[in-house]
Nanobody
Framework: VQLQASGGGVVQAGGSLRLSCLAPGIRFSFYRLSWYRQRPGAQREWVAR???????EYADSVEGRFTISRGSAKFMIYLQMDNLKPEDTAVYYC??????????WGQGTLVTVSS
């Protein structure tokens, strides 16, 4: 299964972006859905996860600014990013995981926040 992330771009500090992830064939009730990011020169880090429809968790660095959600459209995952900061500049990846052998990633979408 190949997830397809989109929605990245260039935005000024304080602005907003919404990332989308198409996860074809994924039965959301069986998967933990997450977003990760990799900032320049850094390792990939976890950003947000959704274990079920309303059970969400966020990294401290994005708490209160980012929102992960499952779309009403089938197989869609979103990451709403508000009040963006230059340090949010990164390649963002979506992930769907049910087990070590059922662990799927998107190709990444670049978000650049200018100061």
């Amino acid at each position: 299964v190949q997830l397809q992330a989109s929605g990245g771009g260039v935005v000024q500090a304080g602005g907003s972006l919404r990332l989308s992830c198409l996860a074809p064939g994924i039965r959301f009730s069986f998967y933990r859905l997450s977003w990760y990011r990799q900032r320049p020169g850094a390792q990939r880090e976890w950003v947000a996860r959704s274990r079920s429809g309303r059970d969400t968790e966020y990294a401290d660095s994005v708490e209160g600014r980012f929102t992960i959600s499952r779309g009403s459209a089938k197989f869609m995952i979103y990451l709403q990013m508000d009040n963006l900061k230059p340090e949010d500049t990164a390649v963002y990846y979506c992930n769907a995981r049910a087990s070590s052998s059922e662990d799927y990633w998107g190709q990444g979408t670049l978000v650049t926040v200018s100061s």
